[in-house]
């Protein structure tokens, strides 16, 4: 069970987490399959070519060609090893079940970036985590060197294992602590007044679905190759359903705004001084 949660925070973040492992098992199984065909076609073309090889063994194409083939094959086992290696490592992990296999190692994520929420509360005095793009985010923390500040560094989700089950575990974490979200990607009018309509995380969604022959009013909540919200949009969805409501105001060192997400109930003065780190 995921650590700190509220019983349907916490069964909503399993849930979406339990899914994609079992999606997640049933292509690793597909891919599986799929490579055993292709391999099994693979050893049979070596196996025509060596012995067409043999029949002609003057003949610098064929030889060629068999050498090719027996590279592929080579190669294709090796791919084959690895996903079954894969299998192999999350049924062990699951006692015999690939799924629960999958789901642990998520669970397990989710609850090691659920801890650094709380340690960016804790440790920093500041209850504010980093909502926006990845890239965006990245750079905030890192600001131009190849290490990140480690302050900034913890307010962000930057983990090894993901998944959206993971992601909506790290932002419900901080929900249920709760911290401000700053907005590292800044949004222009079209897209506040939507975060400040009063609309629900599934109207918002809905919202930012692009018409016919349109653009999205944003790119960075709407993916136009997939036809879907981005996970960025799907963040604040999440944070309007918590009952968080959108605020732009001066920086505190004076140069241009800041955009939050700020939980419901905040009071400014219980965390300040506020920062724009």
Do not use: C
Request: glycine share 6%.
């Amino acid at each position: 069970m995921l650590k700190n949660y509220k019983p349907e925070t916490q069964m909503k973040a399993e849930a979406t987490i339990v899914k994609e492992a079992y999606e997640n098992a049933k292509t690793l199984r597909a891919n599986i399959h799929t490579a055993e065909q292709e391999l099994e076609g693979l050893k049979q073309e070596v196996a025509r070519l060596k012995e067409a090889s043999k029949n002609a063994p003057g003949d610098a194409d064929l030889k060629a060609a068999y050498e090719e083939a027996s590279k592929k094959r080579l190669d294709h086992s090796a791919g084959l090893n690895s996903l079954k290696q894969q299998w192999n490592r999350y049924s062990r992990e699951g006692g015999g079940d690939v799924v629960r296999g999958i789901t642990a190692q998520y669970i397990e994520s989710a609850k090691q970036w659920n801890a650094k929420a709380e340690e960016a509360r804790d440790t920093t005095h500041k209850a504010k985590l980093y909502l926006g793009r990845v890239d965006d985010v990245r750079n905030h923390t890192h600001q131009g060197s190849e290490t990140p500040n480690p302050n900034k560094e913890v307010r962000r989700l930057a983990a090894d294992v993901w998944s959206l089950g993971v992601n909506d575990a790290w932002v419900e974490g901080g929900i249920d602590l709760p911290v401000r979200f700053k907005l590292v990607t800044q949004f222009q009018e079209p897209v506040k007044a939507l975060l400040s309509s009063g609309k629900n995380g599934q109207e918002f969604l809905d919202a930012l679905k692009p018409q016919a022959g349109q653009s999205p009013i944003d790119p960075n909540l709407w993916d136009v190759e997939n036809n879907r919200s981005t996970v960025t949009a799907r963040e604040l969805a999440q944070l309007l359903d918590a009952g968080y409501t959108f605020h732009e105001g001066p920086k505190a060192n004076g140069t241009g705004n800041k955009q939050q997400m700020l939980p419901p109930n905040y009071v400014p003065d219980a965390l300040r001084p506020v920062t724009d780190s």
